[in-house]
């Protein structure tokens, strides 16, 4: 029976890429796209290459949206696979610091990034629970590390992705004793729109290691750890 992988921010970046490679390697994909007319653009261009993919509007900052997606996705399918929370922004300039923060920036960016990932697991987890081998893979940062030196700008962002690795590791203890796997995944600094045209990585690269946290023999992977080119790295 094929498998089947919901992905948010499917339309473009890594999200996109990440659904063709998925449905390739033989995954129903559902596409949840935060915008009706692009998202239907990007849907129809994997259908056009008959890929299986079905497709579902969901802009992650609305609770309504993402109420609405369980409930169309629960509907059409009696169990989910892989979950990968990919919808992410990072829209406060690099020169922000917390002494001048956009409050109403922080609020957006922590509603898509974590809140959107956190109510998405939430939603899912028991649909996720009806599968016998199950992964949710959240998209954090090496922004969000903490262990390394300060690599960068953007408070917002780095902090919505360090919050993204303690929904891991949290819900990978919640989730221990059933069949479902959660993950933090680092692509890397790679080519997309947020990326910029100067990343170090291309699209291809960016999405090695998300795609392995859903296909790899789920006993050669740890639940509840940060990963990064197919390697544990600290948090
Ligand atoms: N690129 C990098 O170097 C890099 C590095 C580390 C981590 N990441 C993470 O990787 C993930 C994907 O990034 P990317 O580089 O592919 O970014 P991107 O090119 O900017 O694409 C972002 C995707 O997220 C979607 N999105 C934005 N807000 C959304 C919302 N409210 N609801 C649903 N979807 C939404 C966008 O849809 P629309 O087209 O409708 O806006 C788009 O499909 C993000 O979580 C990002 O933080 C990226």
């Not at 262990?147 to 949290?170: C, D, E, H």
Request: hydrophobic share 40%; with cysteine.
């Amino acid at each position: 029976m094929k498998k089947i992988a919901l992905i948010t921010g499917a339309t473009r970046g890594l999200g996109f890429a990440m659904s063709e490679k998925l449905a390739t390697l033989g995954f129903k994909v559902i596409m949840a796209c935060r915008e009706e007319k692009t998202g239907k653009i990007s849907y129809q261009k994997l259908k056009d290459k008959g890929l299986d993919v079905v497709f579902e509007i969901c802009d992650v900052e609305k609770i309504s949206d993402i109420d609405n997606l369980y409930k169309s996705v629960s509907e059409k399918f009696d169990h989910l696979d892989v979950l990968i929370n990919n919808a992410g922004i990072n829209i406060e300039p690099a020169t922000t610091k917390i002494e001048n923060i956009d409050l109403k920036l922080f609020e957006k960016i922590i509603n898509v990034n974590l809140r959107g990932s956190l109510y998405m697991c939430s939603k899912f987890i028991p649909l996720l629970k009806k599968s016998n081998d199950a992964r949710i893979i959240n998209f954090s940062s090496g922004l969000g590390q903490l262990s390394v030196p300060r690599m960068g700008p953007y408070p917002s962002y780095s902090i919505s992705k360090t919050a993204v690795n303690q929904l891991t590791w949290f819900l990978a203890e919640e989730l221990k004793n059933t069949s479902v796997k959660v993950f933090s995944v680092d692509p890397g600094w790679v080519k997309t729109d947020m990326g910029g045209p100067n990343a170090m990585l291309e699209i291809e690269e960016g999405i090695d290691t998300p795609i392995w946290l859903a296909t790899e023999d789920s006993n050669n992977l740890k639940s509840g750890f940060f990963y990064k080119e197919r390697k544990i790295i600290p948090w």
